[in-house]
């Protein structure tokens, strides 16, 4: 059964924190996603990873960096979290190419 | 900048009735997929039908896509109680890595 996992549900952090969410996949995918969802927006495109250390800006980077260093791990990273950032976190991968996604089940953050 | 944009936003039924659900997008695809979303949670990938094909359906579903529109439709017949939640279409945007782009999805409610 695939599975993508994100480390957390729910999270709360400060203002100005560093904060890292990660999510992990074991379907061996090339391709990953990090969105994030605010009501009446959809989902946003934060970066797309095409591969190992490869990276794209999705529509939405700014304030946002992210990581892969390995195929299975893509980390997103809040350099210093604001108010603004407080949403749902999504992550997905897929192959490569225009195939289906799979999804984790979502981090909520709340920035304070 | 969004690709898809789903119509109605929110639509409200009996169950047993059917749904129907809108999406428009704007450049040429490949395919344009559909994606489920139950509160608070990920998204799960429904049905992905492609640019030559005019009509799929699986199980209760039946999606058409009619590409001189960039238009598609997703049709749930014989709701349930248990349809309840957001529908996404997506489309891989062709000039740019086949990222996954997603419109802002319909809130169906399937009342008892």
């Known amino acids: 059964d695939v599975k993508v996992t994100q480390s957390s549900r729910y999270l709360v952090k400060r203002t100005g924190e560093k904060v890292f969410l990660e999510c992990v996949q074991d379907?061996?995918?090339?391709?990953m996603f990090w969105y994030r969802q605010d009501p009446g927006l959809g989902l946003r495109l934060i970066y797309f990873?095409?591969?190992?250390?490869?990276?794209e800006k999705g529509d939405i980077p700014e304030g946002y960096s992210v990581s892969r260093e390995k195929k299975e791990r893509f980390s997103l990273i809040l350099e210093s979290a604001s108010t603004n950032q407080t949403s749902m976190y999504l992550c997905?991968?897929?192959?490569?190419?225009?195939?289906?996604?799979?999804f984790g089940q979502g981090t909520r953050l709340t920035v304070v | 900048s969004q690709q898809g944009e789903e119509d109605p936003q929110a639509l409200s039924i009996q169950e047993g009735e059917n749904a129907t659900m809108n999406c428009s997008y704007k450049?040429?695809?490949?395919?344009l997929q559909w994606y489920r979303q139950n509160s608070g949670r990920g998204l799960v990938h429904l049905i992905l039908?492609?640019?030559?094909?005019r009509e799929k359906h699986s199980g209760r579903l039946r999606v058409t896509l009619d590409t001189s529109k960039k238009s598609s439709s997703l049709l749930i017949t014989a709701s349930r109680a248990a349809d309840t939640a957001s529908y996404f279409c997506?489309?891989?945007?062709?000039?740019?890595?086949?990222?996954?782009?997603f419109g802002s999805g319909t809130r169906l409610l399937v009342r008892p």
């Open positions: 997905a991968s897929r192959v490569p190419s225009d195939t289906e996604a799979f």
């Open positions: 379907m061996d995918h090339e391709n």
């Open positions: 990873s095409y591969d190992v250390k490869m990276k």
């Open positions: 450049t040429s695809i490949n395919n």
């Open positions: 039908i492609r640019s030559n094909e």
């Open positions: 997506a489309t891989p945007r062709m000039d740019s890595s086949y990222k996954l782009i």
